[in-house]
Nanobody, 118 residues
Framework: QVQLVESGGGLVQAGGSLRLSCAAP????????VGWYRQGPGKQRDLVAT???????DYGDSVRGRFFISRDNFEGTATLQMYSLKPEDTGVYYC????????????WGQGAQVTVSS
């Protein structure tokens, strides 16, 4: 079983910045697409950002231009840099890794709390 380890998050005032990281064994990470998802209080889990194993990124409409996803295949890490945070960005952020070559599999991180105060 592959473990995704998330770190970062916390409490910040509106307008502030935070960074989330997700780590996995590099040998599997480099063959995987990675996504960040957000689940706000009483809401469903929504897509925030994705990045392919080749480095192509895409974003949800609500975060485009404020959040930036990146990856380091050598280190086996993905980062979500969040700027200009808003109270509606509050939620638990989950990292998802989908192995796209070889044996296909999906793994989730344990979640990281992000709270943005107004």
């Amino acid at each position: 079983q592959v473990q995704l380890v998330e770190s970062g998050g916390g409490l910040v005032q509106a307008g502030g910045s935070l960074r989330l990281s997700c780590a996995a064994p590099a040998s599997i990470f480099s063959r995987s697409a990675v996504g960040w998802y957000r689940q706000g209080p009483g809401k469903q889990r929504d897509l925030v950002a994705t990045i392919t194993n080749g480095g192509s990124a895409d974003y949800g409409d609500s975060v485009r231009g404020r959040f930036f996803i990146s990856r380091d295949n050598f280190e086996g890490t993905a980062t979500l840099q969040m700027y200009s945070l808003k109270p509606e960005d509050t939620g638990v952020y989950y990292c998802k890794m989908k192995v796209t070559t070889g044996e296909v599999a999906v793994y989730w991180g344990q979640g990281a709390q992000v709270t943005v105060s107004s």
